[in-house]
Nanobody
Framework: QLRLVESGGGSVQPGGSLRLSCSAS????????IGWFRQVPGKVREGIAF????????YYTEHMKGRCTISFESAKNTMFLEMNSLKPEDTAVYYC????????????????????WGQGTQVTVSS
């Protein structure tokens, strides 16, 4: 069973940067789609950035495109989300997620497209 554990959330001022980490264990397939979502109370969980562990292909939705970078360190089974130029509207709980094959990248996924989730980490952007 795949287990995901996020870390790195916190409070930052507008314009600041933050790096989230997600440690994964229990990989049993040759490849996965992994990624980051975020959610604010009363709103649907929205996708931010995604990566195919098979070849490193990435996909970014418009929510933070140009202000974030997703990466995966295979030796440590850890994914990262580097965020910069943060805005108050980026305040949310951020979740890492993984999808077993078959999966598809290159589109804005919905929450149910991913079957494994971390517990979430709070990011607050405020002055």
């Amino acid at each position: 069973q795949l287990r995901l554990v996020e870390s790195g959330g916190g409070s930052v001022q507008p314009g600041g940067s933050l790096r989230l980490s997600c440690s994964a264990s229990g990989f049993s397939e040759d490849s996965y789609a992994i990624g980051w979502f975020r959610q604010v109370p009363g709103k649907v969980r929205e996708g931010i950035a995604f990566l195919d562990t098979k070849d490193g292909t990435t996909y970014y939705t418009e929510h933070m495109k140009g202000r974030c970078t997703i990466s995966f360190e295979s030796a440590k089974n850890t994914m990262f989300l580097e965020m910069n130029s943060l805005k108050p509207e980026d305040t949310a709980v951020y979740y890492c997620a993984a999808a077993h094959p078959p999966y598809r990248l290159g589109y804005d996924p919905l929450e149910y497209d991913y079957d494994s989730w971390g517990q979430g980490t709070q990011v607050t952007v405020s002055s």
